[in-house]
C-alpha cells in the first residue's frame, strides 16, 4: 500500500481571489502560494489557517462552480505511488477523468472519480521547485 502524504480539498469558485480575500478576512488564513494561467485566472492557491489546508481555484471548462453545475470540491490526495492509487481506484469501481502522467510543474498525478460522485486529484510531486518556476511552467501549459 502506498503511503499517503497530505489530503486537502480544492475549492472550485467563481472569483478566487475574492475568495482568497474572504478566507483571509474571515477565517485569518495565510495564502501559502497562489499560480496562474497567462490570463491571470487563478489555478492553484493554498490556503493555511491554523492546522487546517485547503486550495481555491476559479472555475473553468474542466470544473465549473457549484452554481454552475459543479462539483463544489475536488480533493487533492498526495501520495507515494499515484499509478498505483489510481488503478486500486479504478479496480475499485472508480473511473478516469484524466489520466495519471507528469506534469511540468513537478508533479505526476491524474484525476479520478469514485463510484460515489467524488472527484480525487491523485498526485506525487517528483521535482523540487520554487514558486517562480512553478509559475513559469504553469503559464507555459496554456
Do not use: C
Not at 475549492?11 to 482568497?20: M, P, T
Not at 501520495?79 to 481506484?89: E, G, L, N
Not at 513537478?106 to 469514485?114: H, K, M, P, T, Y
Request: net charge negative; charged share 20%; hydrophobic share 40%.
Amino acid at each position: 500500500m502506498t503511503r499517503i502524504q497530505q489530503l486537502y480539498p480544492r475549492l472550485v469558485v467563481d472569483g478566487a481571489d475574492a475568495a482568497i480575500a474572504f478566507y483571509t478576512t474571515a477565517f485569518g488564513a495565510e495564502l501559502v502560494e497562489r499560480y496562474t494561467d497567462p490570463d491571470g485566472n487563478v489555478v492553484h492557491a493554498l490556503l493555511r489557517a491554523g492546522a487546517a489546508t485547503w486550495a481555491v481555484k476559479d472555475a473553468d471548462r474542466y470544473d465549473p462552480a457549484p452554481g454552475g453545475g459543479g462539483l463544489p470540491v475536488i480533493l487533492a490526495l498526495y501520495v507515494d505511488d499515484p499509478d498505483a492509487v489510481a488503478q486500486s481506484m479504478v479496480d475499485g469501481g472508480g473511473s478516469v477523468i484524466f489520466a495519471v502522467s507528469d506534469h511540468p510543474y513537478g508533479e505526476r498525478g491524474g484525476r479520478l472519480s469514485d463510484p460515489f460522485g467524488h472527484a480525487w486529484m491523485v498526485a506525487a510531486r517528483t521535482e523540487d521547485l520554487g514558486p517562480e518556476q512553478i509559475q513559469q511552467r504553469t503559464a507555459g501549459m496554456y
